[in-house]
C-alpha cells in the first residue's frame, strides 16, 4: 500500500528535510503534521485516501524526525522553525495554497501555520489537539506524569536507552492507544508501564512497528524529546487569534489527551469558536489518540468531507 507513495529529501532551512508525497493535485494540496512519536508514516491510509480522491498529499518528516536531518545539538527547538518549515516547503515545490492535517503536537504548527499566513491556507483539520491561545497548563498532573518526566533533561534519556528503539516505540503506542493518561508511580519510570507480554494495539501490526523503528534508528530520540515537550512552555501565544479558514476539529473520545486539564471543557462549552467564527467539531466514540490508524476509513471520510466541502477555496 504505502509503496506507491514517493520520497524525496528538500533543502530547507539549512537542513534537509525528508518529504513522502502521493497524488497530482487535480484539486489541490494537503499536507500532513505528524505528532510523537510519529513520522510521515502515521499518515499512510490518510495520503492514499486523498490521492485517490484528486489531491496532492504531502508528509514531511518533522526536522529531527525520521529521515529529516537533526538540528544542531546547540540549537535552541522552537515551534516557529515548524511553521517556517512548511511555508519553505510549499515554496519548495511551488504550491501556493494548502490544507493544513495536524495531529497531535502536530497540530500546533498546523493552527499556527493558518493564523500566520491565511492567504496560503485553504482551511485547517487537527486530531486529537483543540486549539489554545496559551500553552497547555500541566503542573497541576501528578509527579509521575509523563510529560513532566519527558521534559526534565536526561530523564527520557534514561529511561529509553534502558531497552532498544523499537520496544522503545512499542511501549508508546501502547501506552498513548489507551484511554488512561501515562503516569508513574513512584519508584517506576514510564517504560515500566508495559512490557513485552503487553500486545499491541488490534490496528497496529509488527509490520508497522518495524516502519516507525527503522525511522527511531535514524534520528533517535534526542530531537523529537525537545520538540514537544521541553519547548511546550515556549509555546506561541495567540491571545487574539481569529481564524480566517475553517477549522475542522475530531476528537477521539478515548483519547486520554481528552482528559488533561482544560480540554473536554475547550472542546464542548464553545470557547474555540470565539477563535475560529468557522468551526466544526466530530467526536468519534471509540477513537483513540491514534484514530487515524485505529479507524482510517472513518477518518478518511471525515477528511474527504472537509476538503469537498471547502473545494472554492482553491487559489
Avoid at 519548495?92 to 492567504?119: E, N, T
Avoid at 512552555?233 to 491571545?239: F, K, L, N, P
Wanted: include cysteine; glycine fraction near 6%.
Amino acid at each position: 500500500m504505502a509503496q506507491q507513495i514517493e520520497h524525496t529529501t528538500l533543502p530547507i532551512r539549512g537542513l534537509n528535510l525528508h518529504v513522502a508525497q502521493v497524488g497530482k493535485d487535480e484539486l489541490g494540496t494537503v499536507v500532513f503534521l505528524h505528532g510523537f512519536p510519529e513520522i510521515w508514516y502515521t499518515w499512510r491510509h490518510q495520503m492514499l485516501a486523498v490521492a485517490a480522491a484528486g489531491y496532492r498529499a504531502i508528509a514531511p518528516d518533522s526536522r529531527g524526525y525520521g529521515l529529516s536531518d537533526q538540528p544542531p545539538e546547540d540549537q535552541e527547538a522552537t515551534w516557529e522553525d515548524l511553521v517556517a518549515d512548511v511555508l519553505d516547503i510549499l515554496d519548495a515545490l511551488s504550491i501556493s495554497k494548502a490544507f493544513m492535517v495536524g495531529k497531535d503536537f502536530g497540530a500546533m504548527p498546523a493552527y499556527d501555520f493558518a493564523l500566520r499566513h491565511p492567504d496560503r491556507t485553504r482551511g485547517v483539520m487537527c486530531l486529537g489537539i483543540p486549539f489554545s491561545p496559551v500553552p497547555l497548563t500541566i503542573d497541576t498532573m501528578p509527579e509521575g506524569f509523563y510529560i513532566l518526566r519527558w521534559r526534565e533533561p536526561g530523564r527520557a534519556e534514561a529511561d529509553f536507552g534502558r531497552h532498544d528503539v523499537r520496544r522503545v516505540v512499542r511501549t508508546i503506542y501502547i501506552l498513548f492507544s489507551r484511554s488512561e493518561i501515562p503516569v508513574a508511580d513512584q519508584g517506576q519510570e514510564i517504560m515500566d508501564l508495559a512490557d513485552l507480554s503487553t500486545p499491541l494495539p488490534p490496528w497496529f501490526t509488527e509490520e508497522d512497528l518495524d516502519a516507525y523503528a527503522a525511522l527511531y534508528e535514524k534520528s533517535g530520540f534526542r530531537f523529537p524529546l525537545q520538540i514537544p515537550y521541553r519547548a511546550l512552555h515556549r509555546m506561541t501565544r495567540h491571545v487574539d487569534a481569529k481564524f480566517q479558514v475553517p477549522v475542522f476539529m475530531v476528537m477521539g473520545e478515548k483519547d486520554y489527551c481528552f482528559k488533561f486539564p482544560g480540554f473536554e471543557p475547550a472542546m464542548r462549552s464553545g470557547i474555540m469558536n470565539t477563535f475560529a467564527p468557522d468551526l466544526k467539531i466530530t467526536y468519534i466514540p471509540e477513537g483513540s489518540h491514534f484514530v487515524q490508524e485505529q479507524f482510517p476509513e472513518q477518518v478518511n471520510d471525515l477528511l474527504l468531507g472537509f476538503l469537498k466541502d471547502h473545494s472554492s477555496s482553491i487559489g
